[in-house]
């Protein structure tokens, strides 16, 4: 059969699946053994040789390491009352701004996504505090609610990021790098963020309360003391990275054990909350695993049909030009969050895509920030955005409203998508300099 009728059936096959409700790695690994099965006529013995050196392959990488040690601080972190400390160390230096308090969201998500590399365990963290806080001083409950929405995916842009790991394990880019090339880009959407929050704020002030809480110098530098807890893991976790110091997977371990310290001299720590901080990672870690490697079983049967091959043959047919092609992958991955998490979207499109961008002379670290800013777009993107889910938990606001809450913050970021495209050493200037 055709390349172009197997890309058919293995995409029709695994819409279906996913349409049906079928968990995301079972899909894969049925729609790739049914490929391998009808298309190219293997037996069982053959599939399972394949499986089994992609298992193997794609699992067996040291710097996956560094992914539930990350997922392990954020779990320790948020069992402690460091977004407390967030909270208490942000507001005296944000009042003055017009939003006042409402930028506590975005500086807080901002350090945080410093010492984590997951979006909804940012959310999750600094929304503990300010989902209450905010709006029991009067503020307003769907800006209040959207910009914690937004801010959140911020935790996967900033290094360390999750998704960049995944990332650069399968394109084989220096993950210390994208760690790098993802510093800019995140300010930039933060700025884009409280620049929002201060205009609307100044064209309706009924969105803060009236009354104005004044803060002196001494609780300006109070709250320095408070941030110094997150200020200490961001200097341990990016400091070893840039430095040369620690890998991004010893840096991680170093970070982790860090935050055990700081929870033992903040005298919160027990072994209940090392328990559950410990089960919370490998419950997360498993699903990130186990959909990489269905992923990358997925990757070698498309491969062995050569669909990468047919699709990019049929684009480069359509003669479109770099910024053409650009748009519709930027709208192909739009689509795609609608429908799964950032791991799959990564692992799902990188063969494909990848290719095509690099033949265009687009660098690989460009595209990952401009792939993991996507990702951050299906954060809170329904039906499937995870940080809707974390805040309709937390708020116990319908999912509509907490998605017609983020839209404004959904567009904020598309805007960013088109200023690092026009200005891609946003995304380059800092990896350039750190490793020239």
Known sequence: MEAFGATII??????????????????????????????????????????????????????????????????????????????NGLAPWVNFLPGRLLHVNIGGCTLFAAVSGSSAATTATVGKITTTALIERGYNTRLSIGSLAGAGSLGIMIPPSIPMIVYGILSEVSIARLFAAGVMPGLLVAALFSGYIALVCVIRPDLMPRRVERYSWHDRLVGLWNLAPVALLVVIVLGGIYTGVATPSEAAALGFGATLALATLMGQFTWKLFVESLMGAVETTTMIITILVSAAFMSSAVSLLHVPQEVARAIGALNLSTLEL???????????????????MIVMSLPVALPLVVQRGIDPVWFGVFLVLHIELAMITPPVGFNLFVLQGMTGRSLGYIARASFPFFWLMLLAVVIISVFPQIALWLPGILFP
């Open 10 to 87: 293995v995409t029709a096959l695994l819409f279906l699946c996913l349409g049906l409700g079928v968990w995301i790695f079972a899909a894969m690994v049925l729609v790739s053994v049914t490929a391998l099965t009808v298309v190219l006529d293997f037996d069982l013995m053959r599939i399972g040789a394949t499986l089994k050196a992609t298992m193997w392959r794609s699992s067996s990488t040291w710097e996956l390491a560094a992914i539930p040690l990350f997922i392990a601080m954020g779990e320790v972190i948020f069992r402690t009352d460091i977004s407390q400390r967030l909270f």
């Open 326 to 344: 650009m748009v519709v992958i930027s709208l192909f991955y739009i689509v795609l969050g609608c429908f799964l998490d950032g791991t799959s």
